[in-house]
């Protein structure tokens, strides 16, 4: 006889986009799967950036709709379902509206909700149970391997038992100094509390699109856009602002690349290395893939067709040469200079529908490299962090064309300035409030500059270890650090010899560097110190992975992460269905 397989028991913790992409695959799936989902606020989908924690009316996607994996409908066919008084409040014109358009966060956030809901009705229709708790904060995680279930314990509910826990708990600022140094913000989120009026100059670290979403808020508080006769967008500053200034610290000067048009607007699976290609270079490379390798295969090799002078023009080149190329292209010139140029660029690439394809084959490099990247060498690491990150976030942030303009206007009357630091440069708090920013200017001369007010806009950080917030996790070592072995020892311990606190080394004189968060394998199961991975435990919450994780792509990332997973998890009924 065949006992009747039971139903398996799934925690989504966070309800999110993460979430929303699992809570897809599952309900897509031919597996008989019980789903709990813990969401600490009231409404599923929106997650932190497309809600009043990471948005306001003035904010939109850098997406459109063309670029958005599918979930149930289009956006397109689901404004068709919107009432007309949200689409006045958010300007959405029904009739004009189509899939090239970006959307208001917020709106956004709607829609992530209503695909929700389109899910729950389906696994209804399906036969799958789904259970949602609102309001609950999961404080706890505790794996019991012997008995083979995970204990969720939620703020005020006490413990529940489920056969495997998906972690989807979103993007985490760790307040460091704010609330306690006046003046001093460690993100810019909710960005609520950057509503008021500031009458002097604010100092901003970063340029990309968190940094962008600041201005925005700020510029709105603190003065009004308008068009002038020449239907020009100007900013005339409010009557209690009249110093109001901001002063963005960006590494290298740069501010992010403009939306154009993109020949293959969702990044996809399809274009990952393919587990045979992965695993034949390793055995070339002593285990190891090589970033060389992957800048060949998933960057180089796509312009030999598409562009082949530029290829001809790169083909020789190491990623070193390369950064350096595109630095060159962009250097000499004015931050808001280059900017307007970029954006001239963008405007003509959308109307003629052709891509710049340098950058959209960056976008794709990106994507491509970040599920491999735990099997690069240390050093090959610290080059991809070194050299090619810092290229990659200013290049891939898409900005879209209307907060340009609004970033030209306050540019134009002399309220928006961009000054470029190195790695090296500090911000020091001071206990009055506010802050020093220290930092060396191009030719050199050291500056300490002081501020009242102060923003951090770099964009999620990568959190340690450490700051996991389910501390069982680590006091039962069911997780551990991530770290990535040096190929050459020599290598190793000079970094270690020469102060890089992030290296460590074993008792067989092997050379590894910690990278920030926990260990995960390909199917984001966290793995422990010995290597071995959990059958019941998954993490796609970003800032715990970004170690192995070192660029994720938004809703790209959210695909592709659900799909291993969910593919994992049906493996691991199966198998202990038969059992």
Not at 19 to 41: C, G, N, P, Q
Not at 148 to 173: A, L, P, R, Y
Not at 269 to 281: H, M, R, V, Y
Request: with cysteine; aromatic share 10%; glycine share 6%.
């Amino acid at each position: 006889m065949t006992s009747k397989k039971e139903k398996r028991k799934i925690a989504l913790l966070g309800g999110g986009p993460a979430a929303l992409f699992v809570y897809k695959r599952l309900v897509e799936s031919d597996t008989d799967f019980e789903i709990d989902i813990f969401e600490r606020k009231t409404k599923l989908g929106a997650g932190m950036p497309y809600s009043e924690e990471g948005a306001c009316i003035e904010h939109i996607t850098n997406v459109s709709d063309n670029e958005i994996p599918e979930i149930v409908n289009s956006i397109e066919d689901w404004i068709e379902t919107v009432p007309q008084t949200t689409l006045s409040k958010f300007q959405i014109d029904r009739e004009a509206f189509n899939q090239y358009h970006v959307l208001p966060r917020l709106l956004f956030g709607q829609y992530l909700t209503a695909q929700f809901k389109l899910l729950q009705e389906q696994a209804e229709r399906s036969g799958i149970v789904t259970r949602v708790h609102p309001g609950s904060n999961v404080t706890d995680i505790i794996d019991w391997p012997e008995l083979g279930t995970v204990q969720v314990e939620v703020e005020g509910q006490g413990f529940k038992d489920f056969d495997s826990v998906i972690i989807c708990t979103g993007h985490n600022w760790p307040l460091e100094h704010e609330g306690e140094t006046p003046g001093y913000y460690d993100s810019p989120y909710p960005p609520a509390k950057l509503q008021k009026t500031f009458n002097h100059t604010i100092a901003m670290k970063g340029s990309s699109l968190t940094a962008i979403d600041a201005i925005r808020t700020l510029a709105r508080n603190n003065g009004s856009f308008q068009k002038n006769e020449e239907g020009k967008l100007i900013f005339i500053p409010s009557k209690e602002s009249p110093k109001f200034k901001i002063v963005m610290h960006s590494r290298n000067g740069l501010l992010p690349a403009i939306r154009f048009h993109l020949d293959e607007p969702q990044l996809s699976g399809d274009s990952l290395l393919t587990e045979e290609e992965i695993a034949k270079n390793r055995e070339e490379n002593n285990g190891f893939l090589s970033l060389d390798y992957v800048f060949e295969k998933n960057f180089k090799e796509g312009f030999r067709k598409k562009d082949p002078k530029f290829h001809k023009k790169i083909s020789n080149m190491k990623i070193e040469r390369f950064v350096e190329l595109v630095m060159d292209m962009r250097e000499g010139k004015e931050p808001f200079q280059l900017f307007r140029e970029e954006y001239a660029e963008a405007e003509k690439s959308i109307e003629e529908r052709k891509s710049i394809y340098w950058k959209e084959m960056l976008a794709e490099l990106s994507f491509t490299m970040n599920y491999p990247a735990k099997y690069l060498s240390a050093e090959d690491m610290l080059r991809l962090k070194e050299v090619l990150m810092p290229l990659i976030s200013v290049v891939i942030a898409f900005v879209p064309q209307s907060p340009c303009e609004e970033l030209f206007a306050l540019n134009d009357a002399g309220r928006l300035d961009i000054v470029p630091v190195g790695p090296d440069s500090t911000v020091v708090p001071k206990k009055e409030g506010g802050i020093v920013y220290k930092y060396t200017d191009e030719q050199g001369k050291a500056h300490a500059i002081n501020y009242k007010t102060y923003i951090n806009c770099v964009g999620q950080p990568h959190l340690s270890y450490e700051d996991l917030p389910f501390k069982s996790l680590i006091v039962k070592k069911t997780v551990s650090q991530a770290v990535i072995r040096f190929k050459d020892n020599e290598a190793g311990a000079k970094e270690l010899k020469e102060g890089n606190d992030l290296v460590v080394c074993n008792s067989n004189g092997d050379y590894f560097l910690k990278v920030s968060g926990i260990t995960i394998n390909d199917d984001f199961q966290v793995v422990n110190e010995y290597g071995l991975e959990n059958e019941r435990i998954y993490i796609m919450a970003v800032p715990y992975i970004g170690g192995y994780n070192p660029d994720y792509s938004g809703l790209d990332f959210c695909k592709e992460a659900s799909g291993c997973i969910v593919e994992k998890l049906q493996k691991t009924h199966l198998k202990q269905s038969d059992h």
